[in-house]
């Protein structure tokens, strides 16, 4: 499954070294001027899921094979983007192709640092962002209410719920709120599907703190939690620069030492990628044999059948049945084998809906 997360906020807030440290794949430039990044920089970025590891222990594979979301290096936003300043069109259509946003904020005071915002203001920088993905929003919003009255005036009633959709997403981005807050469903949610509307993407905020603030956070940081906890997102406290470097760093005994000196049990990113992933109401499956453990991506709430077809879509069409074993099962017993002779190796059919973890085996016909 391709799924973006795109990594967005205001110039010169540290998105570019988020996306160095958080990239196992791509090398985004960093630099010290406004609208560094252009053209958008993705990276492939794997899930860590201590899950897999122990699997591989137990298994003793040829090859692990993680699941993965990709990250998306967005170009810095400006007050009037929505209007084209800056980069905003550019910007704004690359945020339409993600799945969800990492939204950088600033935290830290550096005057080496420029800044074209006034004073440290987590508020003010996250209402920036905000106003402007409304304000496109709303446009599309209105457009597609211009077409439907069209079609109302030419006498088609079917028409008659999706405007009535339409107007309450127009008050709603009229008053400055977002989409998402509406948490639309069913054929209120298909009345605007095809906008690929931005408010309505699930967010994620990444407070970029000084190194003194990296444990505790600071009065910023603070400031933008309580803003988060309000529409119910989660903010995750990081030092940028700190990642980067401990991303560039090769060894394990090298990673633990760094660790140590700052105080980290492990990156800061790896609770990031796997917020993430959680944001987009991911789960991860595995299989395990001889020959690999891989985690395979699926969306919270598939069937056996729809978690099949990840693999391969012919495992769908002819799906016959799944042997599955829990995660915690299969760590307590070591190995396939013993799950089934204790009877915790399962027959589950096409109704099954497959659980976070799950160790699946696939019968199929085709």
């Keep these: 499954m391709a799924l973006k997360a795109g990594i967005v906020g205001l110039p010169n807030v540290g998105k570019s070294t988020l996306f160095n440290a958080v990239s196992n794949s791509a090398k985004a430039q960093a630099s010290n001027y406004r609208f560094c990044t252009i053209e958008p920089n993705i990276g492939q970025v794997d ?135 509406l948490k639309l469903e069913g054929e209120d949610h298909e009345a605007i599907e095809d906008l690929f509307l931005l408010t309505e993407k699930p967010v994620l905020y990444v407070a970029n703190v000084d190194e003194g603030a990296l444990l505790t956070g600071n009065k910023y940081s603070e400031q933008l939690v309580k803003i988060a906890e309000a529409e119910g997102a989660q903010v995750i406290v990081m030092n940028n620069s700190i990642e980067a470097q401990i991303s560039e760093l090769e060894s394990k005994e090298d990673k633990e030492m760094f660790f140590s000196e700052y105080g980290l049990t492990e990156p800061g990113l790896n609770r990031l990628i796997r917020s993430a992933y959680k944001l987009l109401n991911l789960i991860t499956y595995f299989t395990a044999g001889v020959q690999e453990v891989r985690a395979w991506t699926i969306h919270r709430g598939w069937k056996a059948p729809q978690a099949a077809s990840v693999i391969h879509t012919d495992f769908e069409k002819g799906f016959i049945k799944a042997e599955v074993i829990s995660y915690n099962d299969f760590v307590q017993y070591k190995n396939e084998a013993a799950c089934r002779e204790n009877g915790k190796l399962r027959i589950e059919g096409k109704e099954y809906v497959v659980c976070d973890g799950d160790v699946m085996h696939f019968r199929f016909n085709v």
């Design 47 to 181: 899930v860590p899921d201590e899950r897999m590891d122990k699997l591989a222990e137990l298994v003793l594979p040829q090859r692990t094979v993680p699941t993965s979301i990709e990250f998306v290096d967005i170009a810095g936003l400006v007050k009037g983007a929505s209007k084209g300043e800056g980069l905003g069109n550019k910007f704004l259509a690359n945020i339409r192709e993600v799945d969800a946003i990492v939204h950088v904020i600033r935290c830290f005071e550096d005057d080496n640092i420029l800044r074209d915002e006034g004073p440290i203001n987590p508020t003010a920088d996250k209402d920036i962002i905000d106003t402007e993905l409304q304000l496109k929003d709303l446009e599309s919003v209105e457009k597609k209410i211009q077409r439907v009255e069209k079609l109302l005036k030419a006498g088609d009633p079917k028409n008659k719920h999706q405007h009535q959709v339409l107007l309450q997403c127009q008050a709603h981005l009229s008053e400055g709120k977002n989409i998402r807050g």
